[in-house]
């Protein structure tokens, strides 16, 4: 079984800082998905990698697949990224055995 | 487009009584599963389907069974609802993978249950 790991678990800034959030795993994979969940809300799918980095307004991800990690940056902060963020990691591009990290909780202070 | 629809948003049961958590999606999606949150865990797989007629377990399926008649809908049925079935419930949908671009994930805005 994957082992998925996010640090840091909680995560408090001001408005305006560069978050980092990291995600890592004991066993290979074919992609990675970092989710964005809302308080008492859903779950919205941010990015689906596989190597390299995808950007997405003020977000970034990136992976190296191969050393077993991935980071989400936040660029600019904003009071409405503060949210809980996810990543699960697929061992075979089918979205059927994914393992989830146990999410990092973030607050964006005004 | 509704995108994935799930009812109801909350639900209180008593211990022994079941249910069905209904699930539907309108984006043709051959993959559906449920899953379940608890405080401090990692989302985890209950069941899953790949396509019309076809379902599998995942990590935690005891107490559950799901059926996929269609496409569209993928019910959760809760047999005989134990206090350790509270949770909230998400069920999610995609494309069968062939690559990057179909395998982002859609959730439903998740079912919170409580049994007593």
């Known amino acids: 079984k994957n082992e998925v790991e996010q640090s840091p678990q909680n995560l408090t800034a001001q408005e305006g800082e560069f978050i980092t959030i990291n995600c890592s795993y004991s066993?290979?994979?074919?992609?990675l998905h970092w989710l964005q969940q809302h308080p008492g809300g859903g779950i919205v799918s941010l990015f689906m990698?596989?190597?390299g980095k995808k950007k997405h307004g003020r977000l970034i991800a990136t992976i190296n697949i191969q050393g077993k990690h991935s980071s989400l940056h936040i660029t600019a902060s904003h009071p409405r990224d503060s949210a809980v963020y996810i990543c699960?990691?697929?061992?075979?591009?089918?979205?059927?055995?994914?393992?989830f990290g146990t999410g990092t909780r973030l607050t964006i202070i005004p | 487009n509704a995108g994935v629809t799930q009812t109801p948003k909350f639900q209180v049961l008593k211990t022994g009584q079941s249910m069905t958590l209904q699930c539907a999606q309108d984006?043709?999606?051959?993959?559906m599963s449920w899953y379940r949150q608890d405080p401090g865990m990692g989302l985890r797989l209950i069941h899953y389907?790949?396509?019309?007629?076809?379902?599998d377990q995942g990590e935690v399926p005891n107490g559950y069974n799901v059926s996929r008649s269609t496409t569209e809908d993928f019910p959760l049925r809760l047999l005989s609802a134990a206090p350790s079935q509270t949770s909230v419930y998400f069920c999610?949908?995609?494309?069968?993978?062939?690559?990057?671009?179909?395998?982002?994930?859609?959730f439903g805005e998740g079912s919170r249950l409580t049994v007593l």
């Open positions: 999610a949908s995609s494309y069968s993978m062939t690559g990057l671009d179909t395998g982002e994930l859609f």
């Open positions: 066993v290979g994979i074919s992609a």
């Open positions: 990698l596989s190597s």
């Open positions: 699960a990691v697929d061992p075979n591009f089918g979205n059927e055995k994914l393992t």
């Open positions: 984006m043709n999606h051959e993959y």
């Open positions: 389907s790949v396509g019309a007629g076809i379902t």
